[in-house]
């Protein structure tokens, strides 16, 4: 007698992980604040996404291009506090420092922007761009003036943000270190004026400040300007 027909157990399909390049950059920037962008790499951001490397392949196609994503990322979602002022430079100055601090908030952001190039489709860029070129305005620095100002601002404001990364954590121990050997180096170069004041050289509190350096380099602007 035959048997009976049994109908064939309906197996549940596995789980499909559905990704987004949004949660690539999202996984990828959490993994840099943990181990720090020189361990970032694409099997790293899909092991922590539970995927294959190949999927992460469908939105970037190398480690270059999941950073620029990233920096791009950051730059867009940098909010940056308006402050009530009548003083056009010292509008640009405290949009400058608060931009400042909103970086170095974000982990490998300093680094990003030191060695990638800008996104120039970037919101947050041109946002910046915006505040800084209005105050410019107000200032009387319109047209291509203007536009040279901004990325002198915005060149002194990165290149201060990486400089003062570079010193960060620096004791008198390090910087009698620093005297000691920028004074041995000019004596043996014959660089009288950097052996003379090799002392005031090599002291921190001498680097001045990125308000200072954006103050001199605005006042210098409105000199030209008038």
């Not at 979602?77 to 402050?83: D, K, L, N, Q, S």
Request: glycine content about 6%; aromatic content about 4%.
């Amino acid at each position: 007698m035959p048997r009976p027909r049994t109908s064939p157990e309906r197996r549940t399909p596995p789980a499909v992980t559905l990704i987004s390049q949004d949660d690539v950059v999202r996984a990828a920037l959490e993994l840099t604040a943990e181990q720090g962008l020189e361990a970032l790499s694409i099997r790293r951001v899909a092991t922590a996404l539970g995927i294959a490397p190949m999927s992460v392949y469908k939105f970037v196609t190398a480690k270059d291009e999941l950073v620029d994503a990233m920096l791009l990322h950051l730059l867009d979602r940098m909010e940056i506090p308006y402050t009530a002022t009548t003083d056009w430079r010292e509008q640009i100055v405290r949009t400058m420092c608060a931009w400042r601090d909103l970086v170095e908030e974000q982990p490998g952001a300093v680094q990003m922007l030191a060695t990638r190039r800008l996104p120039p489709g970037s919101a947050g860029l041109a946002r910046l761009a915006e505040r800084v070129l209005s105050a410019l305005d107000h200032g009387g620095i319109t047209g291509p003036r203007a536009a040279r100002a901004f990325w002198q601002v915005f060149s002194t404001t990165v290149g201060h943000i990486v400089f003062a990364r570079a010193r960060a954590g620096l004791d008198d121990a390090d910087q009698a270190s620093a005297r000691e050997a920028m004074h041995r180096t000019a004596t043996e170069r014959g660089f009288d004026h950097v052996a003379d004041l090799a002392t005031d050289l090599t002291r921190i509190e001498n680097r001045g400040t990125l308000e200072d350096a954006l103050r001199v380099l605005l006042t210098g602007l409105s000199t030209e300007h008038a």
